[in-house]
């Protein structure tokens, strides 16, 4: 009652009313008593009145249910008028009850004026309008004109002119003609549909599929009626005989008297309108004048309009759906790829997998943070408070705190997900997170991990005496389950606490208690040690006696632990408020306290009733419990088995696999067995074992464990039964009926095609076979080629159902007489075998589907019309589909490559504008290249930061274990200390040539050489002092004390580098003071080395100054005094080198030399006399692995051992070529071309030309020249997995024998020599058709597109030639295996070649025979098909319907290709446009000054045109840090200066 307005009291006697305002409540009363009453009697008029204006004239609220609902409908009502007005113009306009219908919709349209002006709307600052006003202008200003013009009654004005003149029929077309102003009505739906694909809260998908079709249905249906129209058809029912309509009515295809005779004529010119708009162009209907074509080519164009936008909105739609797996693929292609070349363990690979997958599964990669930050905070706090629940506010540690600092404590948790067997924490480990359990079980488990001690469930929480003093874990705790875990780290907490200081105060409290705490710890651990004494006294006893004493003893052994256990997490009274256990949420027990007294306990599960709620062996459960009540549980109790089966173990995901192949088996033989072989038995025992197949299936699908909506793994049977029963059960149970058995009804000569019929049911089935795609996609790496392998068997099933429909339409038991299988000529015949009648169904499925239409096989009833225009429409939208889906893929697929690029051209402008040196921009540009070659531009630092910290660092230390514990500073540490120090450590890559560090420059970084080798080099890079390779490290002493580097260190080849920060380094030392202390003694004894380091200095100048007295003395003497002199600078020189990298006896334990791994020298030491070399490599020896001069190495080593090693050594030559030489570079670009010119030349020969002795010296000139080709590729140098470049003679020819030797083996056998063995009329046929197998050489054309990509600046311009290539090359093919398949030797007599009239024939010339075989090629690869040219045979027809369906993947390939490219071309300027009308819409809102608006958007227009809008600061972040400073020094050094 304390609310405003609320009402006291127990129902409507004397209550009281009580309110925060005086007068509130009692006003409230009153009105309701006033409405009760009123709606008791009889409304008098004015009351009436009242009301009716008020209904009339009230302004509707914009969240009142008319006005969400009203859009909907009116879209519907447009589109239903547009649909009844053309076609009462055309066909229905003597039909009374379509009047009638037309006159209702325009009383629908009259209401709907009237209910705009009554619409409140939202302003465009988001407030409510109501006022009947604003709503009334802005509705008259806006819409209102295009209402007002499609209801005008034109028809009523225009029945003055007609009422009397000609007879009904023609006035009343008159009437309906005049109506088609209701066509305005349109622009609803145009208007709905566009302000639905804006609101984000809309399913665009579906929203967009819903407007495709109706834009296809209607505009479809329209051209139908338009097309009727222009047949001059008039109301008497006579057509103009020259018109479409005429010609049709003369062949007996048109009828022109009965409404059933007008549903035939529309469907006639419906299937005409949708065989225009699809392109299939059957023929049978066609123009006949000149105005019937002027439609008809506007038609065409309007089509191709249409359905084009159908499919790029579906290629649009499929690439943003898609484009966060394509991302996330990406990423975990990049991680695949990181980890194969670290070579790491597949085990620990196969984990982080099925982490990301199952990350992509809960979330689809995106973090739960990153969801919501752009949220307003109070917005984020109250949904983590939603989502978190009383996670927090129940820990003891945070009871009583401040409501603000929980708030902010919600805002820093951040949510983890961690599978089944990982690890949240190590033993021993220093931790710095405290977690909290929302979903899954958690196990705490023993030192040693091989006992489960306690389990967390739900509402736990584990770690906060970590996180509070970053103390060793007491204890490792696994994850049981799939856990969804929030996690708090150290830092943020602390972040926190400095803005309550006096919670600070009490942490820091507790921290002051926590020393007393550690001494109790330590007096229990004695207590504990003692009781282990005695448990082991109590062994030595069992061994020799099995006596109750001994027992009695071990019992009370047991007791004794169970105190000692309490004992460990307790703390002594006197303990400040708040402190907590040391290890009670840690350790493993499930009880802690604080020191308040007040207790709390993680949740415990017992281990045996765990084994109800998830699979423990072998992928089952243990056996169920027993279920009580209800007759359906006791019922699945006696029918289920007592076991059930893990989904995810391997024999489960086998039988799943088998399942979906049976379905698709299934697909394909249940049409099949309907269609055309019903009375085939092989194929009804095949379908009958399918249905056995299923029938386990379904038995086994009760046992099937599932995963809840907590992500936990549910596997007790009867649960398991349950779901199944609630999902998939209904759908498997409609397949299995035995509907078959019904086919005993039918007569004897109808029973087998009944039953055919009858198991149409099975198809239901065909859901299982779309589990194929997700098997498939487990077991393979290559998404794209599992996506390729799913649009086949989506278009051989497609294609294949549609077959079987067609055929049914003329024999679904009898065959018709009069349908498409017998008035399409002598070539189809109901009486064929059954396998020439599925060819033939086949073949026009296809030709339809792919819109070829050749116009051989065309409908003649309304069926088929009706059949055959679904077909081609469902045709245009599945191959539109799978376009869609390629061009997504190319576009997603090539996003990455796309930002790169943008990234490189924005890189290039910004040094041309800075005028910087050519050389540092080839440099960077071959960096930023090689960037890309070897991790497609992605930064290898944040590749796992989605995994949880303990599963980073165990993949981190599996990286880096070997080249840390390689490192004497960091040998014997502790294995949590190597965790940490992995995580910090970062990949990096330089370029052979680039500088890793200069001379004098401030060192903080230590790096590790992972692969390749660098040289230790004098300033100048002059002179080599050494090489250091995989395995080595420098920068040690840089890394503690950020002196200057003693040497100039540069890559010898590309080397893969790994580098830690001293930031990193001492944020890592704070939580291990005692390796801290270790390294600051270091720095002690680091100052004793720095001046012993400047007396050896002295005399280093020492000896500069004596060799400079030798110079003078050299300039005037040659003699031998002098050279002596030199000698012996020489050698004192190299004492001053050992004397610079050794520290006087004495300096403390751990400390490093000054220039030891840094300086060049290959020795170095610590002070405790532990000694470490760097690798080094001898100069002579390196030109071996790699070439210096000219392209090649030098003289091949001599090999020993094995016979084909000792062949090689004698057959190659000692020399190899580099693969980036210009001139090897050069003569690939040149076998590119003459592989190019074979693959049109040896088509040409077999097929056309086999007796032209011009084209069979050419290619046996080609054959010579890829005969050297084969010898000079076993000797191109190459690229290792390393990136190492290998040219020893050996090594190139073995890597070429594993590699392309098979494949140009083949190419090259001489395989044209058995021709001769042919008759000599055949043997030049012969000839030709035997070097077919130098087809196979393709794959070095392919190599062409990288060779012009490499030459040309323009990218564009070298995949369209690309494409041309693909369309001349693969057109060429099918043209020559199409002449073939009429005259492979002999021309057949029965061919496409002979019966398709006089102007094709088998003895035409061979460039005529070419021209026509490439004409149909072309016309069948485009969908074209004309019909002139058609197939007869099977051989045939099998022939011309792959060739369509390939056409249209292929031309849906390049225009897919063209649309990525035009898309991800123009992606940076599109979003910098879409920033920018954000922008100008923000100032209009804000209503800014339109001086200040111009000025920001001009100076965001000329931000543009100087980079692009891309932030220079950070354009070089991927380079190495030395390599930045070069560009960044190169482009301000003469603003420093």
């Given at each position: 009652?304390?609310?405003?307005?609320?009402?006291?009291?127990?129902?409507?006697?004397?209550?009281?009313?009580?309110?925060?305002?005086?007068?509130?409540?009692?006003?409230?009363?009153?009105?309701?008593?006033?409405?009760?009453?009123?709606?008791?009697?009889?409304?008098?008029?004015?009351?009436?009145?009242?009301?009716?204006?008020?209904?009339?004239?009230?302004?509707?609220?914009?969240?009142?249910?008319?006005?969400?609902?009203?859009?909907?409908?009116?879209?519907?009502?447009?589109?239903?008028?547009?649909?009844?007005?053309?076609?009462?113009?055309?066909?229905?306009?003597?039909?009374?009850?379509?009047?009638?219908?037309?006159?209702?919709?325009?009383?629908?349209?009259?209401?709907?004026?009237?209910?705009?002006?009554?619409?409140?709307?939202?302003?465009?600052?988001?407030?409510?309008?109501?006022?009947?006003?604003?709503?009334?202008?802005?509705?008259?200003?806006?819409?209102?004109?295009?209402?007002?013009?499609?209801?005008?009654?034109?028809?009523?004005?225009?029945?003055?002119?007609?009422?009397?003149?000609?007879?009904?029929?023609?006035?009343?077309?008159?009437?309906?003609?005049?109506?088609?102003?209701?066509?305005?009505?349109?622009?609803?739906?145009?208007?709905?549909?566009?302000?639905?694909?804006?609101?984000?809260?809309?399913?665009?998908?579906?929203?967009?599929?819903?407007?495709?079709?109706?834009?296809?249905?209607?505009?479809?249906?329209?051209?139908?009626?338009?097309?009727?129209?222009?047949?001059?058809?008039?109301?008497?029912?006579?057509?103009?005989?020259?018109?479409?309509?005429?010609?049709?009515?003369?062949?007996?295809?048109?009828?022109?008297?009965?409404?059933?005779?007008?549903?035939?004529?529309?469907?006639?010119?419906?299937?005409?309108?949708?065989?225009?708009?699809?392109?299939?162009?059957?023929?049978?209907?066609?123009?006949?004048?000149?105005?019937?074509?002027?439609?008809?080519?506007?038609?065409?164009?309007?089509?191709?309009?249409?359905?084009?936008?159908?499919?790029?909105?579906?290629?649009?739609?499929?690439?943003?759906?898609?484009?966060?797996?394509?991302?996330?693929?990406?990423?975990?292609?990049?991680?695949?790829?990181?980890?194969?070349?670290?070579?790491?363990?597949?085990?620990?690979?196969?984990?982080?997998?099925?982490?990301?997958?199952?990350?992509?599964?809960?979330?689809?990669?995106?973090?739960?943070?990153?969801?919501?930050?752009?949220?307003?905070?109070?917005?984020?706090?109250?949904?983590?408070?939603?989502?978190?629940?009383?996670?927090?506010?129940?820990?003891?540690?945070?009871?009583?705190?401040?409501v603000g600092f929980l708030r902010m404590l919600t805002l820093k948790i951040k949510p983890s997900l961690f599978m089944p067997g990982e690890y949240l924490l190590h033993y021993g480990d220093i931790g710095r997170e405290m977690y909290f359990v929302q979903h899954g079980y958690l196990d705490v488990l023993t030192e040693d991990d091989g006992l489960v001690m306690a389990q967390l469930g739900p509402g736990s929480f584990v770690g906060e005496t970590s996180l509070l003093f970053s103390t060793p874990r007491t204890a490792s705790i696994r994850a049981a389950t799939n856990a969804d875990v929030f996690v708090l780290n150290k830092d943020d907490l602390d972040h926190i606490l400095k803005n309550f200081p006096q919670i600070q105060r009490q942490f820091e409290e507790i921290a002051k208690n926590f020393a007393h705490a550690q001494n109790v710890r330590q007096v229990i651990k004695d207590i504990g040690e003692d009781a282990r004494d005695q448990q082991q006294r109590l062994d030595e006893q069992l061994e020799t006696s099995r006596g109750g004493t001994v027992q009695r003893k071990l019992s009370r052994m047991s007791r004794l632990a169970g105190k000692v256990a309490k004992k460990v997490s307790r703390v002594e009274p006197g303990a400040g408020p708040g402190s907590v256990t040391g290890s009670g949420s840690e350790g493993g027990a499930s009880t802690g306290s604080t020191a308040g007294g007040s207790s709390y306990r993680g949740t415990v599960v017992d281990r045996d009733a765990l084994r109800v709620a998830y699979a423990q062996k072998g992928g089952r459960s243990s056996k169920a419990l027993k279920v009580r009540g209800g007759e359906l549980q006791r019922f699945f109790y006696r029918f289920v088995m007592p076991y059930t089966f893990m989904p995810t173990a391997p024999s489960v995901r086998a039988w799943q696999g088998a399942i979906a192949l049976g379905a698709l088996a299934s697909a394909l033989t249940i049409p099949l067995q309907a269609a055309f072989f019903s009375e085939t038995w092989g194929l009804v025992a095949l379908n009958w074992t399918l249905d056995l197949f299923f029938a386990l299936d379904m038995y086994g699908s009760f046992h099937i464990a599932f995963f809840n909506q907590g992500n936990i793994i549910v596997t007790h049977p009867l649960a398991t039964a349950l779901h199944y029963l609630r999902t998939n059960f209904p759908v498997d149970l409609v397949a299995g009926l035995p509907t078959d058995l019904l086919a005993l009804a039918f007569a004897p000569?109808?029973?087998?095609?009944?039953?055919?019929?009858?198991?149409?049911?099975?198809?239901?089935?065909?859901?299982?076979?779309?589990?194929?795609?997700?098997?498939?996609?487990?077991?393979?790496?290559?998404?794209?080629?599992?996506?390729?392998?799913?649009?086949?068997?989506?278009?051989?099933?497609?294609?294949?159902?549609?077959?079987?429909?067609?055929?049914?339409?003329?024999?679904?038991?009898?065959?018709?007489?009069?349908?498409?299988?017998?008035?399409?000529?002598?070539?189809?015949?109901?009486?064929?075998?059954?396998?020439?009648?599925?060819?033939?169904?086949?073949?026009?499925?296809?030709?339809?589907?792919?819109?070829?239409?050749?116009?051989?096989?065309?409908?003649?009833?309304?069926?088929?019309?009706?059949?055959?225009?679904?077909?081609?429409?469902?045709?245009?939208?599945?191959?539109?589909?799978?376009?869609?889906?390629?061009?997504?893929?190319?576009?997603?697929?090539?996003?990455?490559?796309?930002?790169?690029?943008?990234?490189?051209?924005?890189?290039?402008?910004?040094?041309?504008?800075?005028?910087?040196?050519?050389?540092?921009?080839?440099?960077?540009?071959?960096?930023?290249?090689?960037?890309?070659?070897?991790?497609?531009?992605?930064?290898?630092?944040?590749?796992?930061?989605?995994?949880?910290?303990?599963?980073?660092?165990?993949?981190?230390?599996?990286?880096?274990?070997?080249?840390?514990?390689?490192?004497?500073?960091?040998?014997?540490?502790?294995?949590?200390?190597?965790r940490l120090l992995s995580l910090a450590i970062n990949p990096i890559l330089f370029l052979k040539g680039e500088y890793v560090v200069h001379k004098g420059d401030i060192g903080n970084e230590m790096y590790f050489i992972h692969r390749g080798k660098v040289d230790v080099v004098s300033p100048d890079g002059a002179q080599v002092y050494a090489t250091m390779g995989s395995g080595a490290f420098f920068g040690e002493i840089a890394l503690i004390f950020a002196c200057p580097r003693t040497a100039s260190i540069r890559a010898a080849t590309n080397a893969d580098v790994f580098v830690l920060n001293k930031d990193d380094l001492d944020h890592i030392l704070k939580n291990f003071p005692q390796i801290q202390r270790q390294f600051e003694e270091i720095a002690k004894n680091f100052a004793h080395a720095q001046n012993v380091r400047q007396v050896i200095k002295d005399i280093g100048e020492d000896a500069r100054d004596q060799q400079q007295r030798l110079d003078e003395q050299l300039e005037t003497s040659r003699g031998g005094t002098v050279q002596r002199k030199l000698s012996r600078m020489s050698r004192l020189a190299g004492k001053v080198a050992k004397k610079v990298s050794r520290v006087e006896p004495g300096a403390g334990p751990g400390s490093v030399t000054g220039s030891g791994s840094e300086g060049g020298a290959s020795t170095g030491s610590t002070a405790g006399g532990s000694s470490y070399r760097g690798t080094v490599v001898d100069r002579d020896a390196l030109?071996?692995?790699?070439?210096?001069?000219?392209?090649?190495?030098?003289?091949?080593?001599?090999?020993?051992?094995?016979?084909?090693?000792?062949?090689?050594?004698?057959?190659?030559?000692?020399?190899?070529?580099?693969?980036?030489?210009?001139?090897?570079?050069?003569?690939?670009?040149?076998?590119?071309?003459?592989?190019?010119?074979?693959?049109?030349?040896?088509?040409?020969?077999?097929?056309?030309?086999?007796?032209?002795?011009?084209?069979?010296?050419?290619?046996?000139?080609?054959?010579?020249?890829?005969?050297?080709?084969?010898?000079?590729?076993?000797?191109?140098?190459?690229?290792?997995?390393?990136?190492?470049?290998?040219?020893?003679?050996?090594?190139?020819?073995?890597?070429?024998?594993?590699?392309?030797?098979?494949?140009?083996?083949?190419?090259?056998?001489?395989?044209?020599?058995?021709?001769?063995?042919?008759?000599?009329?055949?043997?030049?046929?012969?000839?030709?058709?035997?070097?077919?197998?130098?087809?196979?050489?393709?794959?070095?054309?392919?190599?062409?597109?990288?060779?012009?990509?490499?030459?040309?600046?323009?990218?564009?311009?070298?995949?369209?030639?690309?494409?041309?290539?693909?369309?001349?090359?693969?057109?060429?093919?099918?043209?020559?295996?199409?002449?073939?398949?009429?005259c492979a030797f002999d021309c057949q007599a029965y061919s496409w070649l002979t019966e398709n009239g006089p102007q094709l024939s088998p003895t035409a010339p061979p460039v005529e025979q070419y021209i026509n075989a490439i004409y149909w090629a072309t016309t069948t690869m485009t969908s074209v098909g004309y019909g002139d040219i058609v197939s007869y045979t099977n051989g045939e027809r099998v022939f011309a319907l792959l060739v369509a369906v390939f056409g249209v993947i292929m031309y849906g390939y390049i225009i897919g290709s063209i649309a990525a490219g035009l898309a991800n071309a123009d992606a940076q300027r599109a979003r910098f446009q879409e920033k920018l009308d954000a922008v100008k819409a923000y100032m209009r809102d804000q209503h800014l000054d339109k001086k200040i608006r111009r000025r920001v958007v001009k100076y965001l227009e000329y931000l543009w045109t100087r980079n692009r809008g891309i932030n220079a600061k950070g354009l070089f972040r991927d380079l190495p840090i030395t390599f930045q400073a070069e560009v960044a020094l190169s482009v301000n050094q003469h603003i420093i200066e």
């Open positions: 009652g304390s609310g405003s307005g609320s009402v006291s009291g127990s129902g409507s006697g004397s209550g009281s009313a009580s309110g925060s305002a005086s007068g509130v409540a009692p006003a409230a009363v009153t009105r309701r008593a006033t409405n009760f009453v009123e709606s008791s009697k009889i409304l008098t008029p004015v009351a009436a009145k009242r009301t009716w204006r008020t209904l009339l004239f009230a302004p509707v609220s914009i969240d009142s249910g008319v006005q969400r609902v009203w859009p909907a409908f009116m879209v519907v009502i447009a589109i239903v008028a547009c649909a009844v007005v053309t076609f009462q113009a055309a066909f229905g306009y003597e039909m009374v009850g379509l009047w009638a219908v037309a006159y209702l919709l325009d009383l629908v349209f009259l209401v709907d004026i009237q209910l705009q002006m009554r619409f409140g709307y939202l302003s465009r600052q988001g407030h409510k309008v109501n006022d009947i006003r604003r709503i009334r202008t802005r509705y008259m200003d806006g819409d209102f004109a295009w209402d007002l013009l499609a209801i005008l009654p034109l028809d009523l004005i225009a029945l003055a002119f007609v009422g009397g003149s000609g007879g009904n029929g023609e006035a009343l077309q008159v009437l309906s003609l005049v109506r088609t102003n209701r066509m305005v009505k349109w622009l609803k739906v145009v208007r709905f549909f566009g302000g639905g694909s804006r609101k984000l809260l809309a399913h665009t998908a579906r929203m967009r599929s819903i407007k495709l079709l109706i834009y296809i249905v209607v505009t479809t249906h329209v051209v139908a009626c338009l097309w009727w129209l222009i047949s001059a058809c008039g109301a008497d029912g006579l057509c103009r005989e020259h018109g479409w309509a005429g010609k049709q009515s003369i062949i007996g295809q048109l009828r022109t008297t009965g409404a059933e005779d007008t549903w035939h004529n529309y469907v006639l010119s419906l299937y005409w309108a949708v065989a225009t708009m699809t392109s299939t162009g059957y023929g049978d209907v066609h123009a006949a004048t000149t105005g019937e074509r002027v439609y008809a080519l506007c038609v065409m164009i309007m089509g191709l309009t249409l359905y084009g936008y159908v499919l790029g909105t579906i290629a649009a739609t499929l690439a943003n759906a898609d484009s966060a797996r394509v991302v996330f693929q990406e990423k975990l292609t990049a991680i695949q790829q990181f980890m194969n070349d670290q070579h790491l363990d597949p085990s620990l690979q196969q984990r982080v997998i099925r982490n990301y997958n199952y990350l992509w599964q809960r979330s689809e990669g995106e973090g739960i943070s990153d969801m919501f930050k752009e949220m307003p905070i109070p917005t984020q706090v109250v949904l983590f408070q939603s989502i978190q629940k009383d996670l927090v506010s129940k820990v003891p540690l945070f009871l009583e705190t401040d000569g109808n029973r087998w095609k009944a039953l055919g019929l009858l198991r149409l049911n099975r198809l239901v089935r065909i859901y299982k076979a779309l589990q194929l795609h997700a098997y498939l996609e487990e077991k393979s790496s290559k998404k794209e080629n599992v996506r390729s392998v799913s649009f086949l068997i989506l278009i051989v099933v497609m294609t294949h159902w549609v077959a079987a429909v067609w055929f049914l339409t003329a024999c679904a038991f009898d065959c018709q007489a009069y349908s498409w299988l017998t008035e399409n000529g002598p070539q189809l015949s109901p009486t064929a075998p059954p396998v020439e009648q599925y060819i033939n169904a086949i073949y026009w499925a296809t030709t339809t589907m792919t819109s070829v239409g050749y116009g051989d096989i065309v409908s003649y009833t309304n069926g088929e019309r009706v059949f055959a225009l679904l077909v081609a429409v469902f045709g245009v939208i599945m191959y539109g589909y799978i376009i869609g889906s390629i061009a997504a893929g190319l576009a997603n697929a090539d996003a990455q490559r796309a930002r790169f690029q943008e990234k490189l051209d924005a890189v290039k402008a910004y040094m041309r504008d800075q005028h910087l040196d050519k050389k540092i921009r080839r440099r960077v540009v071959k960096y930023l290249e090689y960037l890309w070659t070897r991790n497609r531009g992605i930064n290898a630092k944040g590749l796992f930061r989605d995994l949880p910290i303990t599963f980073q660092a165990e993949v981190a230390l599996s990286v880096n274990q070997h080249i840390i514990e390689k490192v004497p500073l960091f040998q014997d540490t502790d294995v949590g200390f190597m030109r071996v692995a790699y070439a210096q001069k000219g392209g090649r190495s030098s003289k091949a080593l001599k090999v020993r051992g094995g016979e084909l090693q000792r062949f090689f050594y004698r057959f190659v030559m000692p020399y190899t070529f580099m693969p980036t030489a210009p001139s090897v570079r050069a003569w690939q670009g040149a076998i590119a071309l003459g592989a190019l010119a074979s693959a049109l030349t040896i088509p040409l020969q077999a097929a056309f030309f086999s007796e032209t002795w011009g084209l069979v010296a050419l290619n046996w000139t080609l054959d010579l020249f890829f005969a050297l080709d084969m010898y000079g590729s076993f000797h191109i140098a190459f690229f290792n997995q390393g990136n190492i470049i290998v040219t020893h003679p050996l090594a190139t020819a073995l890597h070429y024998l594993r590699t392309n030797f098979p494949v140009d083996l083949v190419a090259g056998l001489p395989t044209d020599l058995l021709a001769l063995a042919f008759a000599p009329g055949n043997r030049w046929k012969a000839l030709g058709l035997l070097r077919l197998n130098r087809l196979v050489r393709i794959y070095k054309a392919l190599q062409l597109h990288a060779y012009l990509e490499e030459k040309s600046s323009k990218k564009e311009n070298v995949r369209s030639v690309s494409f041309l290539i693909l369309i001349v090359v693969m057109t060429h093919w099918v043209a020559a295996v199409w002449f073939l398949t009429a």
